[in-house]
Antibody, heavy 117, light 112 residues
Framework: QVQLQESGPGLVKPSQTLSLTCSVS??????????WTWVRQYPGTGLEWIGY???????FYNPSLKSRVTISRDMSKNHFSLQLTSVTAADTAVYFC?????????WGQGTLVTVSS | DIEMTQSPDSLAVSLGERATINCKSS????????????LAWYQQKSGQPPKLLIY???TRESGVPDRFSGSGSGTDFTLTINSLQAEDVAVYYC????????FGQGTKVEIK
């Protein structure tokens, strides 16, 4: 049973970089055929796919965020990470990590990141 | 981007009755080369992450009760919950994976 857990600062100042990590257990991100994804949910309901990293390590991003997003992985720690630069209040959301490429069958519980000075 | 529009935004259904949620995409998500509709459905209960219910528009995820079913093709899709149970109270989302990935705005299902 795969489990995912997000971690990182809950408060980020405007213009700074948001950094989150997703720790994976029950599956290996280096050998799994699955892709490893970040999704965010704005206050209220709206969900937005951010991007994913693949087995070969090559990421793929939502075009609307591509200029600010980096998704990387650390195979030795079996985790993958999200960096989002130049954040504004509009980036305030619950950030989820999940497993899958087309759809996502396992999710972390999510972590709220607030962008505020 | 492919825009996904769900209707209604919310609905209240009596226990044991049927709930029907619609999802319309701004362009077809039917991929001609494999004749598959690139659409999934999720259930999100309060304080929890989304849970995958259906993919390829009508394939139920393992462990999902058979009262949940998906149908439709091209641009128009439906999630049906037969014999609504109290534990089905949630927000339901459709999501396309034909081009990039986008979600509908969600439909809140409550008990009447």
């Amino acid at each position: 049973q795969v489990q995912l857990q997000e971690s990182g600062p809950g408060l980020v100042k405007p213009s700074q970089t948001l950094s989150l990590t997703c720790s994976v257990s029950g599956d290996s991100i280096s050998s799994s055929t699955y892709y490893w994804t970040w999704v965010r949910q704005y206050p209220g309901t709206g969900l937005e796919w951010i991007g994913y990293t693949r087995k070969n390590g090559v990421p793929f991003y939502n075009p609307s965020l591509k200029s600010r997003v980096t998704i990387s992985r650390d195979m030795s720690k079996n985790h993958f990470s999200l960096q989002l630069t130049s954040v504004t209040a509009a980036d305030t959301a619950v950030y989820f990590c999940a497993r899958g490429e087309l759809w996502w069958d396992s999710w972390g519980q999510g972590t709220l990141v607030t962008v505020s000075s | 981007d492919i825009e996904m529009t769900q209707s209604p935004d919310s609905l209240a259904v009596s226990l044991g009755e049927r709930a029907t949620i619609n999802c319309k995409s701004s362009q077809s998500v039917l991929y001609n080369s494999d004749n598959k509709n690139y659409l999934a459905w999720y259930q999100q209960k309060s304080g929890q992450p989304p849970k995958l219910l259906i993919y390829w528009a009508s394939t139920r995820e393992s462990g999902v009760p058979d009262r949940f079913s998906g149908s439709g093709s091209g641009t128009d899709f439906t999630l049906t919950i037969n014999s609504l149970q109290a534990e089905d109270v949630a927000v339901y989302y459709c999501q396309q994976y034909y081009k990039s990935r986008t979600f509908g705005q969600g439909t809140k299902v409550e008990i009447k």
